[in-house]
């Protein structure tokens, strides 16, 4: 009997042993199989997740931010325990003691789903398992990917700490509204950081893991506050917790920005503007936009916010001010139905999502409005973020009559407005802003806005270092993100002549240098081109200093014929302007595209001497982990680091740019410049308080109106014009149009920058000469047409010959002396003498009067 027994038991325990054998051997044989063709967990230890890359502006205040993922990685070690306990308690509690898997968590699932029939089937993940779900395998709920998982999940243990496991789940995680990691999920839900979350708000972000979507702050409210108190229950029962801390944040409310309690952290950034897109813009071709978009660039920008502001408004207004000159009324062309305007609420969330500009500022915020009622002279508007008065809001007749509405349907021009319903009609969604009083700001009405159809462009930088300190490439960024700036191919036109000056310069002619201002006729294959100067007048022997200064055609065409185009466009490409300069001689007048950027950056050049510079959005880049890996001031500090560096002295910069202008024929070119400013073609609209220098350029048919200035520290420029070229009106000048710009740009520029006289290369020798002849003059010689000249020191300029490009000066026109009008001067040896319209050219520069 006893044999039996043993025999029985025995039987029973080789059966027993048999099949736990053959169960370990199946699930072994079961995990070696899915276990050789996985992913390799390892290169997670080097793993960067895609991260925000941000920009700065030069107070170091965040100005734009881009991403693919809205993520901010944060190292382990500073993100606070609390938040780490709140998410170990809601997904993992057993983390710091398990192995990868937790078979008590796996049992409690299995149990759990028994007893439910199937119907509570909750996960058995840890957070390593979900690391290895995140990073190397799919999220599909099948066993196959389970075992996969468990695999993974033990051989990441054995290669990374705990807390290296945690760092990388905390910042990869998905927590809903496009934030990953819980540092981006604090900033969205509460705008604070982690340090400063409260335990029911970590508790709260620790909720989100489970279904983001499910758990919104505002619309599963009821959903959230239980799950959230779970989680701190959960985190009092892990000793994370004293029961007083539990009791206050299970009573505390849930605040978040998604229910209005904490402002958006993206209301303290600035609206998106040209600036910071144009560096995305350029940095994605730099870095490629996958490296840009998630590389966590810090991006320090040369961005002057104060300088950008008036930037922005010196071009809207221009903009503006032509517009309502032309007094056609377009609106915004978007409507409302009236069945969306029964309510309050209703007109408001319907004007809401009507895609209109909301970024534009021009002496007061421009808001979106919807017309509500057309009364007999009067209509009644809603206003976007304008509470309603009692008598409501109103836009009154004498608003109106500015204008004729273009008819879009018809394609035509209505009559003058004499009522607000000659232009308004219930629907219409307009734009409004304050009219307030010059003398105390007082309200007085709300007036009617529009975007211009007219754009332009504004872009101004430093002289010596290239830093673009503003640039506004159009009225409105939401209206229109196309940057006029840097995008926009135009003519430049009289803009472009300082090149062809300067390559004349550099080429052994003056200042002085008589060029015959005459009629030309060139043959071409499209037939014989007549050029003519603005004026339709002819003004015979001229110096090069007045062609510029009154920036005559005819006189730029003879000088490029002469010296030659190829001459002409080396110095273009040199300086930038262009890539490959076509040669026909039109291109002399600024006839071939380039762009504003180009334009400027080029003219910085003139301004400082002569030595390239090259412009620039960025001063630094910096990647995630704090390497500068791009810095644009390359100069060397000799002695920065040097302690002993006398009180009131500054360390010695040494600069090696290149020299593309020989620095004499900078400052004649700078000082022929100012001529333009101080009495040429730009003297009635630029008026600073210290030297300045410039051209305009005016296209034909003024389809393009320009200009371009600078002083000793600041280069700017403005181009105007239709986007689909088109001419401006005969009353459109660089001059009337752009002057005004520059003008109130620059003088805010001047009050912060400074300015001062141009420097004077050692190799100058000045000579006075009379402007409108070109004749020497003595030292002593003063009036209006004196103008002392630099000539370069061991060159003895010739007096008097005349070029004419290889054309001779025809008959049978009409020449015309300098202003018309006789003019008294003193000679050398103090006598008076008069010189005008009667004086002829052989007179001036035989030298016999003087």
């Known amino acids: ?68 993922e809205r993520r901010l990685f944060t190292p382990a070690n500073e993100i606070p325990d609390m938040v780490k306990q709140a998410f170990i308690s809601a997904e993992d509690k057993n983390f710091y003691e398990h192995q990868g898997y937790d078979p008590r968590g796996i049992a409690a699932a299995a149990v759990d789903a028994v007893r439910s029939r199937g119907q509570d089937i909750r996960g058995a993940s840890t957070i390593t398992q979900q690391v290895m779900k995140n990073f190397l395998l799919s999220g599909d709920r099948r066993a196959e990917r389970k075992i996969k998982e468990i695999i993974l999940a033990t051989r990441l243990e054995e290669t990374l700490s705990k807390d290296k496991i945690l760092e990388l789940y905390l910042n990869e995680i998905f927590l809903g509204q496009n934030s990953y990691g819980v540092t981006a999920a604090a900033q969205t839900y509460f705008n604070k950081s982690l340090s400063e979350l409260a335990p029911e708000e970590a508790a709260f972000l620790a909720s989100l893991p489970k279904a983001p979507s499910d758990y919104h702050p505002v619309r599963n409210h009821d959903r959230v506050m239980a799950r959230r108190n779970f989680v701190l229950k959960e985190m009092f029962e892990n000793g994370y917790l004293t029961e007083d801390e539990m009791t206050r944040a299970l009573n505390a409310p849930l605040r978040t920005v998604q229910s209005g309690d904490f402002e958006p952290f993206q209301a303290s950034l600035p609206p998106r503007d040209y600036f910071t897109d144009e560096i995305r813009r350029q940095l994605s071709e730099d870095f490629g936009e996958g490296e840009f978009f998630s590389g966590g660039f810090s991006v320090r920008a040369t961005l002057d916010p104060e300088m950008q502001v008036e930037a922005a408004e010196a071009l809207r207004r221009a903009l503006e001010s032509y517009d309502r000159s032309r007094g056609i009324w377009r609106g915004t062309g978007e409507r409302i139905d009236a069945d969306q305007l029964g309510s309050e609420a209703e007109w408001r969330a319907a004007l809401r999502d009507v895609r209109v500009a909301r970024d534009i500022d021009l002496e007061h915020p421009w808001h979106p409005a919807v017309v509500l009622e057309v009364g007999a002279n009067d209509a009644r508007i809603g ?70 159809v007219v754009e332009g462009a504004f872009m101004a930088m430093d002289v010596n270092t290239g830093r673009v300190i503003a640039m506004q490439g159009g009225f409105s960024y939401q209206h229109s993100v196309f940057n006029r700036a840097t995008q926009a191919q135009r003519q430049p036109g009289s803009s472009f002549k300082p090149f062809v000056y300067a390559s004349a310069l550099d080429s052994g002619y003056s200042p002085a240098t008589i060029v015959v201002d005459a009629p030309i006729e060139i043959n071409t294959p499209q ?324």
């Not at 039996?4 to 053959?22: A, N, R």
């Open 1 to 68: 009997m006893l044999r039996f027994i043993m025999s029985f038991f025995g039987g029973i325990f080789s059966l027993v042993t048999l099949g736990v054998g053959m169960v370990a051997l199946s699930i072994g044989a079961i995990f070696w199989m899915y276990g050789r063709d996985l992913p390799s967990h390892e290169s997670l230890a080097q793993y960067t997740p895609p991260t925000i890359s941000r920009i700065y502006s030069v107070e170091g205040r965040i100005i734009d931010e881009f991403a693919q």
């Open 383 to 452: 206003i976007e973020g304008v509470d309603e008065d009692e008598d409501g809001h109103w836009i009154p007749a004498a608003d109106v009559q500015w204008a004729r509405k273009w008819n879009r349907e018809e394609e035509r021009l209505e009559g003058r407005a004499s009522v607000a319903g000659d232009l308004l009609e219930v629907g219409d969604v307009v734009f409004v802003r304050e009219m307030t009083s010059d003398s105390d700001g007082s309200f007085i009405r709300w007036t009617l806005r529009q975007v211009p």
């Open 527 to 850: 037939g014989v081109w007549r050029p003519k100067n603005a004026s339709n007048q002819y003004y015979g022997p001229t110096p090069l200093r007045t062609g510029i200064e009154q920036s005559r055609n005819l006189m730029t065409i003879r000088l490029a014929q002469e010296i030659g185009m190829s001459t002409v466009a080396r110095y273009a490409e040199r300086f930038g302007v262009y890539d490959n300069m076509g040669l026909e001689l039109a291109n002399a007048l600024g006839a071939d595209e380039t762009t504003l950027y180009k334009m400027v950056a080029a003219y910085a050049m003139f301004a400082n001497g002569g030595e390239r510079v090259e412009p620039t959005l960025v001063d630094r880049i910096q990647d995630r982990y704090g390497n500068t890996v791009y810095r644009h001031d390359r100069r060397d500090c000799v002695n920065c680091a040097d302690p002993n560096v006398a009180p009131g002295s500054s360390p010695r910069i040494v600069s090696d740019r290149e020299r593309i202008m020989d620095p004499v024929t900078a400052y004649q070119l700078t000082s022929m410049m100012r001529g333009v400013v101080e009495r040429g073609t730009a003297s009635g609209a630029i008026d600073l308080p210290v030297p300045t220098a410039g051209k305009t350029g005016t296209t034909n048919d003024a389809k393009d109106v320009w200009f371009v200035g600078f002083t000793s520290n600041v280069v700017a420029g403005c181009y105007i014009g239709y986007d689909q070229p088109r001419t401006l009106g005969e009353s459109a000048f660089g001059s009337t149009l752009c002057g005004p710009v520059f003008q109130s740009f620059m003088q805010k520029a001047v009050a912060k920058y400074g300015g001062g006289e141009f420097r004077v290369p050692e190799e100058c020798q000045f000579i006075n000469i009379d402007r409108f002849s070109g004749a020497r003059l003595g030292e002593g010689a003063s009036g209006s047409n004196v103008v002392s000249e630099c000539f370069r020191s061991g060159e003895e300029p010739i007096f008097g010959i005349q070029m004419d490009g290889g054309w001779a000066m025809g008959s049978g026109f009409d020449i015309i002396q300098p202003d018309g009008r006789a003019r008294e001067v003193t000679t050398s040896t103090g006598r008076k003498a008069v010189v005008g319209p009667k004086a002829s050219f052989g007179t001036l520069s035989s030298g016999g009067l003087y």
